[in-house]
Each structure stands twice: as structure tokens, then as C-alpha cells.
């Protein structure tokens, strides 16, 4: 008998004239493997998902702040809000590379744009198609007060 088989299972062939060594899985094994691969992929695939989805929603409501923020310092300098779109220094979130969320604002001047009164809201519509247009969150917003919106689902968890 050879002592040099490390640990591996001998299986003969014929009258056991022929010996050699087998190692490896057994089917059932390989099953049993499989299935979990599938059961941790089903459970982490929806769940990374998940985790982009508000990663992108979070840039969103990042660059409707930055946005906020870049209209109240035109209105100080120039004393009035922005009325054209194009002179916005982001359109489209994220800033660089493939948009997620397009950017915009509607102005509310009543007639004059020196008013107290002025306002605005800012919005971020998701593309669709995209990755975010059925996030659960739609359409995401943001006044002059500060007033966060959501235009679909729960506003607090929309603006995590």
C-alpha cells in the first residue's frame, strides 16, 4: 500500500489491480455550494441595488442644495433670481459623467423680480429611463424657505 496518498480516497477498478487516487467534490456538494452562492446573491444583489439607488439620491439632493445656494448668491448680487435656466451652474446630477437626475427651478416673481415675495423651487426629476425612475422617491424638491419635497414617498426618507 502507498503512504503517500495525502489523505485522498483510493478507488479501484477491476479486481483492484489497478489503484488510483481520487480526489475532488462529490455532486451533492457542488449542489450545496451552489445554492448558497444563490440564496447570499439573491439576499446582497437587491440590497446593493438598494444602496446605489440612495447613493445617487443623496448627490441629488447634495447638488439641489449646491444649486440653492448658488441662486441666493445670485440674488444678492444681482438682486434678483435667475430667470433663465441656462444660467445655471449645474443642469444635471451628478455634475460630471452619464445624469441621473436632471436639475431645473420655477420661479415665482409676481411680476417683478425685486420682490419680497420672490421665490423659487428647485426641482431634480429622475431620467427614465435611468437607474432612479422607480426609486420610490420621484421627483425631488427644494424651496427658497428650505422646504424639502418628495413626490413620491416618505420626504425624511427621501432626503437621508
Not at 452619464?98 to 416673481?109: M, R, S
Amino acid at each position: 500500500m502507498n503512504n503517500h496518498d495525502n489523505g485522498a480516497r483510493r478507488a479501484s477498478r477491476g479486481r483492484g489491480l489497478n489503484w488510483r487516487f481520487v480526489s475532488g467534490v462529490t455532486l451533492l456538494e457542488l449542489m450545496i455550494v451552489v445554492a448558497i452562492i444563490g440564496i447570499l446573491a439573491a439576499i446582497a444583489i437587491p440590497n446593493y441595488q438598494t444602496y446605489q439607488e440612495r447613493t445617487r439620491r443623496a448627490d441629488a439632493t447634495s447638488d439641489l442644495v449646491e444649486l440653492a445656494q448658488w441662486l441666493e448668491r445670485y440674488r444678492v448680487n444681482q438682486n434678483t433670481y435667475a430667470a433663465d435656466p441656462a444660467d445655471l451652474p449645474i443642469t444635471q446630477s451628478p455634475q460630471q459623467g452619464n445624469a441621473v437626475y436632471t436639475l431645473g427651478f420655477d420661479l415665482n416673481n409676481s411680476g417683478n423680480p425685486l420682490a419680497e415675495t420672490a421665490s423659487f423651487t428647485i426641482r431634480a426629476v429622475p431620467n427614465n429611463p435611468g437607474p432612479n425612475a422607480d426609486d420610490g422617491c420621484g421627483t425631488l424638491t427644494l424651496t427658497h424657505t428650505g422646504e424639502r419635497g418628495a413626490s413620491e414617498g416618505d420626504v425624511a426618507d427621501c432626503w437621508r
